[in-house]
């Protein structure tokens, strides 16, 4: 069975930092290009980044470029998104989901950015 | 970037419907287009890619037509477990964006 558990999200000042993890299980990470999708509360889906198979491919929507960076570890089945320069807009439950399309998706994990 | 509009943005139905929802893309994304289910609360859902083939494990009342610029979800008998929200996504070119959502309530 296809697992994708998020954590690192939370409580976080604007202009700060968090990095967000994913681990992946049950199918082989290493194949698979990876998303974070977000949602701010009560709003609709925002895609954020996608990575693919090996890293070389790197896309990011345009409300984050140059703020946020996502990465992998194949070796520990691990997704990450570090998110810096953080904004009261960036406050939403993050999700990662697996592929193109997203076929498989986590949780999530709530960020709320507030002073 | 790609613009998706859907429509409409809320949609009040009963258990054996019919229902449409439409996805308008702003310029041609040929049949690079997905659907997904999203009840409160939970993960949003794949329900179909490639504009109209069905994700394995959906129940084949939900079906998805178009190429270029519009396209369409329909839902050929609504069952109690269909009321969500659903969403299409471009996956045409980076960002792969999101329509608005369409809130699919009870009548």
């Known amino acids: 069975e296809v697992q994708l558990v998020e954590s690192g999200g939370g409580l976080v000042q604007p202009g700060g930092s968090l990095r967000l993890s994913c681990v992946a299980s049950g199918f082989t990470f290493s194949t698979y290009g990876m998303n974070w999708v977000r949602q701010a509360p009560g709003k609709g889906l925002e895609w954020v980044s996608y990575?693919?198979?090996?890293?070389?491919?790197?896309y990011y929507a345009d409300s984050v470029q140059g703020r946020f960076t996502i990465s992998r570890d194949n070796a520990k089945n691990s997704l990450y998104l570090q998110m810096s320069s953080l904004r009261d807009e960036d406050t939403a439950v993050y999700f990662c989901?697996?592929?193109?399309?997203?076929?498989?998706w986590g949780q999530g994990t709530l960020v709320t950015v507030s002073s | 970037d790609i613009q998706l509009t859907q429509s409409p943005s809320f949609l009040s139905a009963s258990v054996g419907d019919r229902v449409t929802i439409t996805c308008r893309a702003s310029?041609?994304?040929?049949?690079?287009l997905a659907w997904y289910q999203q009840k409160p609360g939970q993960a949003p859902k794949l329900l179909i890619y490639a504009a109209s083939t069905l994700q394995s494990g959906v129940p084949s009342r939900f079906s998805g037509s178009g190429s270029g610029t519009e396209f369409a979800l329909t839902i050929s008998s609504l069952q109690p477990e269909d009321f969500a929200t659903y969403y299409c996504?471009?996956?045409?070119?980076?960002?792969?964006?999101f329509g608005q959502g369409t809130k699919l309530e009870i009548k």
């Open positions: 996504q471009q996956l045409y070119s980076y960002p792969y964006t």
């Open positions: 310029q041609g994304i040929s049949n690079y």
């Open positions: 990575i693919g198979s090996s890293d070389t491919t790197i």
């Open positions: 989901a697996r592929g193109r399309p997203p076929d498989s």
